[in-house]
C-alpha cells in the first residue's frame, strides 16, 4: 500500500507561483523510482483533471495544453518525492491537487489533496 501526502497549496492572486509537493512511502508493494507519478486536479464542483504526468526517470513528461508552458513537473527520487511548479497562475487553475501513481488515464492510488485557490 503506498501513502502519498501533498503540500504546499494556498492562496495566489492571478499571476503567482506555488510549489506543491508530494511525498510518497514506499512498501513491499510501491516503489517510488520505478514507478511513473502524476498530478490530477479536481475544481469545484467539476470532474476530476489530468494535468501532467512524469517517467520513472524523470527523463518525459506530458502536460495538457491548458498548463503547458506554465507547469513544470519533477522528481527527487533520493527523496521519494514529486513536485509541481506552477507559475503565472490563473482563477482556472482554482482546484484540489492530486499527486498519483502511474501516467494520465491510468487508474492508481492518489493522496488526499492540497487546495490551490487563485484569485483577485
Known amino acids: 500500500q503506498v501513502r502519498l501526502v501533498e503540500s504546499g497549496g494556498g492562496f495566489v492572486h492571478p499571476g503567482g507561483s506555488l510549489i506543491l509537493s508530494c511525498t510518497a512511502s514506499?512498501?513491499?508493494?510501491?516503489?517510488?523510482?520505478?514507478?511513473?507519478m502524476k498530478w490530477l486536479r479536481q475544481p469545484p464542483e467539476r470532474r476530476l483533471e489530468w494535468v501532467s504526468h512524469i517517467s520513472s526517470s524523470g527523463d518525459t513528461a506530458y502536460y495538457v495544453p491548458s498548463v503547458e508552458g506554465r507547469f513544470t513537473i519533477s522528481r527527487d527520487n533520493a527523496r521519494n518525492t514529486l513536485y509541481l511548479q506552477m507559475t503565472n497562475l490563473e482563477p482556472e487553475d482554482t482546484a484540489l491537487y492530486y499527486c498519483?501513481?502511474?501516467?494520465?488515464?491510468?487508474?492508481?492510488?492518489r493522496g488526499q489533496g492540497t487546495q490551490v485557490t487563485v484569485s483577485s
Open positions: 514506499e512498501s513491499s508493494e510501491f516503489n517510488f523510482s520505478s514507478s511513473p
Open positions: 498519483g501513481v502511474g501516467l494520465l488515464g491510468i487508474p492508481g492510488p
